[in-house]
């Protein structure tokens, strides 16, 4: 079975705002997620028995969510956020 992939118009204009680098591996997981989300997605994510689910994928740089439905057979890269660096996590109260 092979699902649908939905990159909506606000994340292919970030998309082409990265480096090379950062949207090649994006096109490496895209190439993918339609294939297995399940499997593209490893071990991220709310791993729940069910038709919808949000998972996310880390890569060197960025952490990409996806919202998975199985029924409409369709993947759907809701975010594209880089990480949050240390400092960040320091400043939290």
Do not use: C, H, W
Not at 9 to 24: E, F, N, T, V
Not at 29 to 45: E, I, M, N, S, Y
Request: aromatic share 6%.
């Amino acid at each position: 079975m092979t699902y649908g992939l939905i990159v909506p118009p606000s994340i292919r204009r970030q998309i082409r705002g990265l480096s090379a680098g950062d949207q090649a591996e994006l096109i490496t997981l895209f190439d993918r997620l339609p294939v297995d989300p399940d499997q593209a997605t490893g071990v991220f994510g709310l791993d729940v028995p069910g038709p919808y689910r949000m998972r996310s994928v880390g890569l060197s740089r960025l952490v990409v969510i996806v919202y998975i439905d199985d029924l409409a057979q369709k993947v759907t890269v809701m975010r594209i956020d880089a990480p949050p660096s240390p400092a960040d996590l320091d400043r939290r109260p």
